[in-house]
């Protein structure tokens, strides 16, 4: 069993930075995919950025160039930089993994908050 934990959100005026982490607790396997999402209210979750065990990354048109995803395998997290923040950008973020061993397992973090001022 995984557990995922979410922390490094909260309120930032536009321009400003964030960065997001998202601890893991248990065993990944090798093969896996981080993903940040993200959903603000009234609207549907979406993928913001990913990142695979190969060290592929891709992002929402969104936050090219201004979000970096990276990963610890030593310490199993993974980070979101986020950089000159817009208020569209508030939401809730959440992490996900997914990793295979015979079958795809996914796992959620809690969520945490980002809201950016204007």
């Known amino acids: 069993q995984v557990q995922l934990v979410e922390s490094g959100g909260g309120l930032v005026q536009a321009g400003g930075s964030l960065r997001l982490s998202c601890a893991a607790s248990?065993?990944?396997?090798?093969?896996?995919?981080i993903g940040w999402y993200r959903q603000a209210p009234g609207k549907q979750r979406e993928l913001v950025a990913a990142?695979?065990?190969?060290?592929?990354?891709n992002y929402a048109d969104s936050v090219k160039g201004r979000f970096t995803m990276s990963r610890d395998n030593a310490k199993n997290t993974w980070y979101l930089q986020m950089n000159n923040l817009k208020p569209e950008d508030t939401a809730v973020y959440s992490c996900?993994?997914?990793?295979?061993?015979?079958?795809?397992?996914?796992?959620w973090g809690q969520g945490t908050h980002v809201t950016v001022s204007s």
């Open positions: 248990g065993s990944i396997f090798s093969i896996n995919t």
């Open positions: 990142i695979t065990s190969g060290g592929t990354t």
């Open positions: 996900n993994l997914k990793h295979y061993d015979r079958t795809w397992y996914f796992y």
